[in-house]
């Protein structure tokens, strides 16, 4: 009876033994399953959280068109570590979807590129001259210059691209300046501004190449020095007729902007460039009519009209009197830098003869630039 009961007892344990190991062993499997799965759905979690809390948050509704420029401060300051990151995310999502804009030659006209890279390897004042009589027109008023064709067709399409689908990324993003409610902040430093790698690089090779040293030639009394257009503040605006502003209501409720009123810029110089297509190449909703640029003659006292045409750029001193006039017909945007020394200082003075750069200091990169510009690489390379 003991035998029978040992082997009995013997066969129970390895029953419950074998039992115990083979529940151990599914509940090790089990667990190492449900540990992938978290951590695979943690990691998606954790790779789209801040692009998913960006577009979870409710965007301001601005209003003021005048003194704009801290309209709903606290909410850019308190989300700005968030919306930076979330831009980073989008940026890398949308790689393979958007065109490049780092072809100096597509995005730009190719006879500018080609001048300037002259000027960038043999400044000359003969050089300079001709660049200045073929490509920059004089509008008959003091410190105000215009350049027909700027950007080409392709170029202003793939950026047009890219402005629309950042609009369209439902991260907020904050009013270009105080007096503009619709468009877009292109920097890396403002808080509600739009910063990827590929936007970011298209807007610092366009100052530091071409919108730097044109400015330092067309306004050498004004800028020189390297530290008077060291800095730059890039945005878009975005005119659309629609319901007439009350310009004497600085809380506006329309849904457009029309026309802006005569103003200057926080700028030593300014450059406005009409992203636009031409009508051969423009959707129906690219043509428009009416928008003209007005400038203010400080000479007779008189205002001088620009017809604004698609990819032309003008430039002028940034506290050179200017506005808009109103939109009669379809939609206008534009692209506009604001060039000006450390911590937003504006030259007002003009430098004398003997004080102002050299052409071959104008065409230079400065080493300041050269060092931003490798800070920006390796940074979008972390």
């Known amino acids: ?131 200045q009589r073929e490509f920059w027109s004089d509008e008959q008023i003091p410190n105000v210059y215009s350049c027909p064709s700027f950007l080409s067709p392709t170029g202003i399409r793939r950026l047009r691209q890219h402005l629309t689908a950042s609009s369209q990324a439902k991260i907020p993003t904050r009013r270009p300046n105080g007096m503009n409610r619709y468009g877009l902040v292109l920097d890396d430093e403002t808080q509600g501004g739009v910063s990827y790698p590929e936007m970011d690089n298209f807007r610092h090779w366009l100052v530091t190449d071409y919108v730097r040293p044109m400015a330092r030639m067309l306004f050498p009394e004004w800028i020189g020095s390297h530290d008077d257009d060291e800095n730059h503040y890039a945005f878009t605006i975005h005119y659309k007729k629609g319901e007439e502003q009350n310009n004497n209501n600085k809380n506006n409720t329309t849904k457009t902007d029309v026309q802006l009123k005569e103003h200057t810029d926080a700028s030593v110089v300014t450059i406005n460039i009409n992203i636009n297509l031409p009508q051969e190449d423009a959707d129906e909703e690219d043509y428009y009519e009416g928008s003209d640029l007005l400038f203010f003659n400080e000479d007779s006292g008189e205002r001088h009209s620009i017809k604004f045409e698609p990819g032309m750029a003008v430039i002028h001193r940034g506290l050179h009197r200017h506005q808009a006039l109103p939109i009669q017909k379809g939609e206008r945007h534009q692209l506009i830098i604001w060039l000006f020394g450390r911590d937003g200082y504006v030259r007002i003075l003009p430098y004398d003869k003997e004080e102002q750069l050299t052409v071959t200091e104008r065409w230079s990169k400065d080493e300041r630039e050269t060092r931003r510009a490798q800070a920006s690489t390796s940074l979008f390379e972390l």
């Open 1 to 131: 009876v003991q035998s029978i009961h040992s082997d009995k007892t013997s066969n129970t344990s390895k029953i419950i033994n074998t039992t115990t190991y083979n529940c151990t062993s599914m509940m090790t499997v089990a667990s190492i399953l449900i540990s992938i799965v978290l951590v695979t759905i943690i990691t998606k979690s954790c790779s789209s959280s801040a692009l998913s809390r960006a577009r979870s948050l409710e965007t301001p509704q601005v209003k003021a068109i005048e003194g704009g420029e801290t309209e709903h401060l606290d909410f850019w300051q308190n989300h700005e570590d968030l919306l930076q990151q979330a831009w980073k995310e989008w940026g890398k999502e949308q790689q393979e979807n958007l065109p490049g804009l780092d072809d100096d030659t597509i995005v730009m006209d190719p006879n500018i590129v080609q001048r300037t890279h002259q000027l960038r390897d043999n400044p000359s004042m003969l050089l300079e001259s001709a660049f």
